[in-house]
């Protein structure tokens, strides 16, 4: 069974903090993408990587930047949190050719105070 | 940016009735796919619809892509406590790797 693992479900920090949020994909894909999910915004892209060390911008970038050392992990880091990025937060992972289909992770509902 | 809206927003109805949710855009996708969103969970892939005009069924939900490949809709027959969730719509455009998502449809099935 594929599966896409989050490191946490919940997280509350402070406002300032450094924050990682790590995802995990164990079906070999090149393309990995990090999403936050806000009532009636759907999803908006944050960053995305098609290759170990290689990311593009998405439709959100600002605050945040990523990390993409090996295949399988993709993490997500906010500089200097602010709660206006309390926010829930998923990663994906798709071929790079195909019908592009996604897998998703099951989610990190992130909380700053 | 392209959008994809999606109709209506929430909808709310009684188990046994039948539902159509819409998904619309101004530009052309090459496949256009359904997921379904739980609480507290990340959303599942339904289907993927490639072909303008393409219908395809699983069970009780039929998804059909539009001639022109700028819509789509799903429609539900005969809904059920067990289809409440978050459907999302997502487009691809030719060439790119990243999809582009609608905001969403949250359907509440009602006993």
């Known amino acids: 069974d594929v599966k896409v693992t989050q490191s946490s479900r919940y997280l509350v920090k402070r406002t300032g903090e450094k924050v990682f949020l790590e995802c995990v994909q164990d079906?070999?894909?090149?393309?990995m993408f990090w999403y936050r999910q806000d009532p009636g915004l759907g999803l908006r892209l944050i960053y995305f990587?098609?290759?170990?060390?290689?990311?593009e911008k998405g439709d959100i970038p600002e605050g945040y930047s990523v990390s993409r050392e090996k295949k399988e992990r993709f993490s997500l880091i906010l500089e200097s949190a602010s709660t206006n990025q309390t926010s829930m937060y998923l990663c994906?992972?798709?071929?790079?050719?195909?019908?592009?289909?996604?897998?998703f992770g099951p989610g990190t509902r992130l909380t700053v105070t | 940016t392209q959008l994809l809206e999606q109709s209506p927003q929430f909808l709310s109805i009684q188990e046994g009735e039948n539902l159509t949710v819409y998904c619309n855009s101004s530009?052309?996708?090459?496949?256009l796919q359904w997921y379904r969103q739980e609480p507290g969970e990340g959303p599942v892939l339904l289907v993927t619809?490639?072909?303008?005009?393409e219908v395809k069924k699983l069970k009780r939900l039929t998804f059909q892509f539009g001639d022109a490949r700028k819509d789509s809709s799903l429609h539900i027959t005969a809904a059920q406590p067990g289809d409440t969730g978050l459907y999302l719509c997502?487009?691809?455009?030719?060439?790119?790797?990243?999809?582009?998502f609608g905001q969403g449809t949250r359907l509440t099935i009602n006993p």
């Open positions: 619809v490639v072909t303008g005009g």
């Open positions: 997502a487009g691809k455009e030719r060439g790119a790797q990243k999809l582009v």
């Open positions: 079906m070999d894909h090149e393309n």
């Open positions: 994906a992972s798709s071929l790079p050719w195909g019908l592009y289909e996604q897998y």
């Open positions: 990587s098609y290759d170990v060390k290689m990311k």
């Open positions: 530009s052309v996708f090459s496949s």
